[in-house]
C-alpha cells in the first residue's frame, strides 16, 4: 500500500477529501454545536482507509480487510476539553485497536484543536482542484495546441508529397535518345 501512496502528495489527493469531509463532521457537531449527531458513519474501500491512515501517519502495515473500519472518537474531559482518538478495527473477531497519531506526538488521545490545525493542510474539499492545479492544466493546453499544430504541418507536408509522387507517376516517360 505504501507504494501505491508512498508521496504525500498521493495520499492528500487521495485521501484529501476524506479527511475534509471527517474534519467538517466533528467542527460542525463538537465545536459549533451544530447538530447532535452521536455517530457518523462513511463508507468506502480498503484504499480509503489504507490512505488515509498513511496521511495521518497511523498505517500499522497490516492491509484492511473487508469491513475493516477507522473510528474517528470525541471525547470531552472534566475541563470540557475536547480530545479525538482513532481506532481501527481491522478483524471483526477482534477488538479496535488505538491508533497513535505522531501528528500528536503518539499519545492515545489528541486534543482535537491540535488534531484539526495539523490537519488542515491535508483536508481538501475537492478533488479535481486538489489533483491538478491551474499551471498544469494550462501546460497540458500548450502541449495538446503545439501537438495540433505539428500534426497538421506533417499532414500538409505528406500530401504535397503524395500529390508529387501521383504526378510523376502519371506523366509519359520522357524520350532521352531519338532513333536515327
Known amino acids: 500500500m505504501e507504494k501505491l501512496f508512498g508521496t504525500k502528495r498521493a495520499q492528500e489527493i487521495i485521501a484529501g477529501p476524506l479527511l475534509y469531509h471527517i474534519r467538517h463532521a466533528i467542527i460542525e457537531t463538537v465545536l459549533l454545536r451544530k447538530n447532535s449527531r452521536k455517530l457518523l458513519a462513511f463508507s468506502g474501500h480498503d484504499t480509503n482507509i489504507a490512505s488515509l491512515s498513511l496521511l495521518l501517519g497511523v498505517f500499522n502495515y497490516r492491509l484492511p480487510t473487508y469491513a475493516s473500519a477507522l473510528f474517528f472518537e470525541v471525547y470531552t474531559n472534566e475541563d470540557s476539553e475536547d480530545f479525538l482518538r482513532i481506532s481501527i478495527r481491522n478483524s471483526s473477531s477482534e477488538e479496535p485497536f488505538i491508533l497513535k497519531m505522531p501528528l500528536c506526538k503518539s499519545v492515545e488521545y489528541c486534543p ?42 506533417i499532414f500538409v507536408v505528406l500530401t504535397i508529397l503524395l500529390v508529387v509522387v501521383v504526378k510523376i507517376n502519371l506523366e ?9
Open 112 to 153: 482535537l484543536q491540535t488534531f484539526l490545525n495539523l490537519t488542515e493542510k491535508y483536508a481538501k474539499e475537492d478533488f479535481w482542484n486538489n489533483c491538478v492545479s491551474k499551471t498544469n492544466v494550462e501546460k497540458q493546453y500548450h502541449l495538446f495546441a503545439m501537438t495540433r499544430v505539428a500534426f497538421g504541418l
Open 172 to 180: 509519359p516517360p520522357r524520350v532521352i535518345f531519338e532513333r536515327l
